[in-house]
């Protein structure tokens, strides 16, 4: 079956680090994303998750600039939960973010892109509702 084109990209905290270090590769495929308009999305708890003591806070106010953050809701935690739930496994203390960002993918419009280094986090989390990309 071929894949339709995403009409949401969502990053997880590797995927935010990379562009914070200006990983090339990354940054090409963000501004691809923005040139098809895709929009680039990024949860308000990735921005914390993925900055650390030397982030440049000049670039990650600018990086920012070109992502579109997204809240936290009280609908995002309940379906959070839920998602742990149904994974018969996952606790909230250990994965509270991945859970709360997999709400904001499942709520954009689909088809949506993830990119993240946890591959099988994210299969866990949600299943076939997202396409996952090696971030």
Do not use: F
């Not at 270090?21 to 949860?43: H, K, T, Y």
């Not at 106010?61 to 992502?67: E, G, M, N």
């Not at 742990?84 to 509270?96: E, F, I, N, S, W």
């Amino acid at each position: 079956m071929k894949e339709l084109p995403a009409r949401s990209l969502v990053l997880d905290s590797e995927a935010l680090s990379m562009l914070l270090r200006n990983d090339r590769r990354m940054a090409a495929r963000i501004e691809a994303s923005r040139q098809a308009g895709v929009p680039v999305l990024v949860s308000v708890l990735t921005i914390v998750e993925a900055a650390y003591g030397k982030t440049d806070l000049a670039r990650l106010k600018w990086v920012l600039t070109r992502l579109r953050v997204e809240p936290v809701s009280q609908e995002d935690s309940l379906t959070a939960v839920t998602l742990l739930r149904d994974t018969g496994g996952l606790h909230g203390h250990k994965y509270a973010i991945d859970a709360l960002v997999a709400a904001l993918a499942l709520r954009a419009p689909a088809p949506v892109v993830v990119l993240t280094s946890d591959r099988d986090d994210w299969s866990k989390l949600c299943g076939s509702r997202v396409i996952v990309r090696e971030a």
